[in-house]
């Protein structure tokens, strides 16, 4: 039974209907939004603060405030984030402070914060806890003593959103939703959450309990007006409402921007009407100043630049609309393309090599990459920019205050018919750009009502709701990271997988000790590590996998003591794919070949047999051409055998001869004789003469991989001394990054959020290296849609370096929660 509900099987199956939350209010600290309320006196001791959070403003150096209460001098208490921790900051004669050790840098999606303080406890760890999407966090600090009276909930004006020290205002930027407060009692979180059935993802439920003396409800469901905002929808404790707008337009602070996704659109949405998160520009990728929850830019007397927080997805149609800020002769855009993940964010959008935009200066000018075309006019302040994408046609359209234009002057476009549109050829990696100079400009995806209706045909807003179906809507079910320790008895049993397990790659993290590969092709008691080129070893000394189950797999111990997969206290993690039912014989190549695919996920285990002829294929069983091949010899036959990688990325920029080698840190290199200089197929890879993976009569295994939309990603960006964001399209479990350009030797870096639950991910392991784990100069965020790298990081992220990464999913963007 959920803690507080009255009937959790209901609840269960009612959590997909978002639990009533309709709309959301914007807060934008230039607006000096809040909400205020003067409590009467209530439980200091004892309270629960829950909400939804989507996040706007992303800087370490200021304090975003969701819950204070201030009398004097020091008696306050305030609930925020600040050095994107979550805190509790008590500075009345207790002293507390208490923060998240994890840090919270994703402005993309929503997260569920909930804090539960009960002073009372004798145990001081237990007096304040936080939970973040469903998950108890580890904080530091200092706890308050026991039975000690916080200034939160006692008769005093409280502030949601802000802070007023003295006149001196601390403001929240970004979206909240569903806030509650509990008087008297001290909640868990899953009294207003739980994992969804189907997704695994945190999702709210309706929280069913009572809720005190100052308890209060905030669903934002009645904007009406701008007051009716405030209103407690639990009870009669309102909220009075300060500088946030109901008025229709860029303004407008209610909006349909929520945690859960609502009934997609089946086109034409006019905006403001289906309900889920919604594309916004991403501070990750901002060279200007960005206001009210990321949809305005402001651009100074310099070309700057901010790219969307969604990729535009490959299929659909999608429109947005882009308001012109100023009147002044100065260059506003709506581009899109600039997918680049390296692309500067002071760059001019007209003038960048993958560019496509409509901009205006002294005239109207179509850019179309190689070039464009002039219209007389300019934009005015008000103007309403449009951008119609259909991207699997390779077709998009721009128009002006609803008039469409194609690629050259004199000629209207109609995205609704599909007539000549002003884009045709666009790139792959398509996402929306607003770039400016001396201007600005108000971005409106569809959490706000459009100005114009969407052309006809099937238009939609940029919405989590819109977005296509994942392929695989609980990635757990075939990727996923076990963490164990090891016990010392054998033979040991690990389970817990959602799936049985045909690839195993296992690390000791608390040891420099081997890396072992086990595969069910291969069979039981076949060993590969890949931190050395040697040979497959049979029943190995260092420990085997034994057995492979429907949940896990069984370790036996080897004769050599210390070094196996079991040693008593050891820490262990293990990275698990799921390669289907069963292993057949493919002839699609001139090689016979043993496979184990799993098309839908993406990946298979093929064995086969050289036969030392350059030119010779393997069929690998996918339906698609992979875009990553791992390939090792298990024979000792021949010469010294590294693991041959290519990567479709290093093959697009360096030329399909250069491959990585997994057992080493050297940098790409051409190798014509590995496979052949050529790209797999959807049906075969090809294999050169070199021994290391076509010696004749040599057996060799080749781990296959090509991505799935929301799944799984394999791409490339250039260093930079700043932070890198990288989109993927979904909330990373597992991520490799290699650089394969700029350096002669650079580790493979592996990370995943079994062991770094939460940001910043900094524990790290080596494919060619039996080091233990390390902790520290190898930091990165995993988020929502992606993951960032900070700047002037060697093997992850440096200027005059270029880098490869593989990525699998703990959650498509269609669900995820921000880290």
């Not at 005093?156 to 979206?175: D, K, P, R, T």
Request: with cysteine; charged share 10%.
């Amino acid at each position: 039974m959920i803690p507080g509900s009255a009937n959790a099987l209901l609840l269960a199956s009612a959590a997909a209907a978002e639990e009533g939350i309709s709309r959301s209010v914007r807060f934008n600290s230039a607006d000096s939004a809040y909400l205020s309320r003067t409590f009467s006196s209530g439980n200091r001791r004892t309270f629960t603060f829950a909400l939804w959070v989507k996040r706007s403003g992303i800087d370490s150096a200021s304090r975003y405030l969701l819950l204070s209460s201030y009398g004097a001098g020091s008696t306050y208490t305030t609930i925020e984030f600040s050095t994107n921790n979550v805190w509790l900051f008590d500075g009345s004669a207790i002293s507390a402070g208490i923060s998240t050790a994890a840090v919270f840098r994703d402005p993309s999606a929503w997260m569920h914060i909930v804090f539960s303080v009960d002073t009372t406890q004798a145990t001081a760890s237990n007096r304040v806890k936080i939970y973040i999407n469903g998950t108890q966090q580890t904080v530091s600090g200092t706890q308050p003593s026991q039975n000690s009276d916080l200034y939160l909930n006692q008769a005093n004006s409280h502030i949601i959103g802000a802070i007023n020290a003295g006149g001196f205002f601390h403001h929240f930027n970004g979206y909240l939703a569903d806030v509650h407060f509990i008087d008297g009692q001290a909640l868990t979180a899953d009294s207003f959450g739980e994992p969804d059935a189907t997704t695994g993802v945190w999702n709210p439920i309706a929280y069913t309990g009572t809720y005190g003396t100052n308890g209060f409800h905030l669903d934002f469901a009645d904007n009406s007006t701008a007051a009716a905002l405030g209103t407690d929808s639990a009870g009669s404790n309102d909220w009075t409402v300060n500088n946030i707008s109901v008025t229709a337009g860029a303004g407008n602070d209610s909006l349909v921007d929520v945690p859960t996704n609502g009934t997609a659109s089946t086109g034409g949405d006019p905006g403001g009407s289906t309900r889920g998160n919604y594309c916004t520009l991403n501070p990750l990728t901002n060279g200007g100043t960005l206001s009210n929850g990321n949809l305005d830019f402001t651009a100074g007397a310099a070309h700057c630049l901010a790219k969307s927080t969604f990729a535009i997805p490959t299929s659909g149609l999608w429109y947005a609309e882009l308001t012109v800020g100023s009147s002044t002769n100065a260059s506003v855009a709506l581009g899109f393309g600039l997918g680049a993940a390296s692309l500067a964010t002071n760059a001019v959008a007209s003038s960048a090599s993958n560019s496509w935009n409509f901009y205006g200066y002294s005239s109207i000018i179509i850019n179309r990459n190689d070039g464009g075309n002039t219209y007389s006019g300019s934009f005015t302040a008000g103007d309403i920019i449009q951008i119609a994408v259909d991207p699997a046609n390779n077709r998009a359209w721009v128009g002006q205050n609803n008039t469409w234009r194609d690629g050259s002057s004199g000629t209207t476009g109609n995205p609704s018919t599909g007539s000549n549109p002003t884009f045709t050829s666009l790139p792959a990696d398509l996402f929306l750009v607003v770039n400016a100079y001396s201007n600005s400009g108000y971005l409106n995806c569809g959490q706000r009502p459009f100005a114009y209706s969407p052309p006809s045909g099937g238009y939609k807003a940029l919405c989590t709701a819109n977005l296509p179906a994942p392929v695989i809507t609980k990635p757990s079910e075939y990727m996923d990271v076990v963490t164990y320790t090891g016990n010392g008895s054998y033979p040991r049993t690990i389970s817990g997988l959602g799936f049985s397990p045909d690839l195993i790659w296992t690390k000791v993290r608390s040891q420099a000790y081997r890396h072992m590969v086990a595969d069910i092709v291969r069979g039981t008691a076949a060993s590969l590590t890949t931190n050395n080129p040697s040979a497959e070893s049979l029943s190995d000394a260092y420990g085997w996998v034994s057995a492979f189950n429907s949940d896990g797999w069984q370790i036996q111990q080897g004769s050599v003591s210390g070094e196996n997969f079991n040693a008593n206290n050891d820490t262990y993690v293990a990275w698990n794919w799921d390669a289907g039912s069963s292993t057949v014989t493919n002839t699609q190549g001139s090689i016979t070949s043993s496979v184990r695919a799993n098309p839908s996920a993406g990946f298979s285990i093929v064995t086969y047999t050289g036969n030392g002829s350059a030119g010779a294929t393997v069929g690998h069983g996918l339906n698609v051409a992979p875009q990553l091949l791992i390939n090792k010899r298990r024979s000792s036959t021949g010469t010294t055998a590294d693991w041959a990688v290519w990567h479709k990325s290093v093959a697009d920029i360096s030329g399909s001869s250069y491959v990585l080698f997994l057992n080493t840190t050297d940098a790409a290199l051409s190798a014509s004789n590995r496979f052949n200089s050529t790209a797999p197929t959807s049906s075969v890879f090809t294999l050169g003469n070199a021994d290391a993976t076509n010696y004749n009569g040599g057996t060799f295994v080749t781990y296959c991989f090509a991505p799935v939309s929301g799944y799984s990603a394999f791409g490339s960006f250039d260093g930079s001394s700043s932070t890198q964001y990288i989109y993927t399209g979904f909330l990373p479990r597992y991520l490799v990054i290699k650089c394969y350009a700029g350096s002669s030797s650079q580790e493979w870096i592996i990370k995943d959020t079994a062991r770094n639950p939460y940001n910043a991910a900094n524990y790290y392991l080596t494919a060619e290296s039996s080091n233990n784990e390390g902790s520290s100069a190898r930091d990165c965020d995993f988020l929502s849609n992606g993951f960032s790298v900070p700047g002037n990081i060697g093997p992850m992220n440096y200027p005059g370096r270029s880098y490869v990464y593989f990525a699998f999913a703990e959650s498509p963007f269609n669900f995820s929660r921000a880290r």
